[in-house]
């Protein structure tokens, strides 16, 4: 029985793990710009996971409701999955309301053991999220059928020392995108010839 020898090629560069982490209101626009993200970085080569908090909620916290507590342990599982990835050397891009500041810093902590990570707050005012509230969440929490909902009867509390704030009332999203790969680029997460 021969065996086949695996070769490896040690000159490769071991790339760093990161997380970049979005946070905002429902209809900010934290999922356009992480999808956006992700395909800039895709067509670099570099091997990226898309944690939105849509599909985190329906497959890893489908049990959790919207209290304080269980929304702390999403956004805190959301936090696990993203540092394993980081520790590996992948991207992970998380796109997730998280409005407590407590589970944001904890993730931070965690991850920064790991990799790098970047909070990015997409600030967007909350008529604008209004607007563009497809899914009709919003008119129901301001009709009282929908408790609990963040930014009407739950509160966001907004990062303070966010690594990055975008202003989506200032730009578009594929600006933002690319305002955000810019900060990758300078912290030589990614280089333009990658």
């Known amino acids: 029985m021969g065996y086949t020898r ?89 796109a997730a309301i998280a409005p407590y500041a407590e589970a944001r810093d904890d993730n931070r902590a965690r991850i920064e053991r790991l990799g790098t990570y970047f909070e990015i707050f997409i600030k967007t005012p909350i008529d604008i999220c209004e607007e563009r509230d497809v899914k009709g969440h919003y008119k129901q929490a301001r009709a009282g059928l929908l408790k609990n909902f963040t930014g009407i009867d739950d509160p966001y509390e907004e990062p303070k020392s966010a690594d990055l704030v975008i202003e989506t009332t200032k730009m578009s999203s594929e600006e933002a995108a690319e305002k955000v790969y810019q900060m990758l680029v300078s912290h030589d997460i990614i280089s333009e010839s990658t």
Request: with cysteine; net charge positive.
């Open 6 to 94: 695996l070769k490896v090629d040690m000159k490769k560069e071991k790339r760093q793990g990161v997380v970049v982490f979005f946070t905002g209101l429902s209809g900010a626009g934290k999922s356009t710009i992480a999808q956006i993200l992700s395909r800039l970085l895709e067509k670099q080569g570099r091997n990226v996971t898309l944690l939105d908090g849509d599909m985190v909620r329906q497959y890893l916290s489908n049990e959790l409701g919207y209290s304080r507590e269980d929304r702390n342990t999403n956004v805190k599982r959301i936090g696990f999955v993203a540092g394993e990835i980081a520790k590996h050397g992948g991207i992970a891009i998380c």
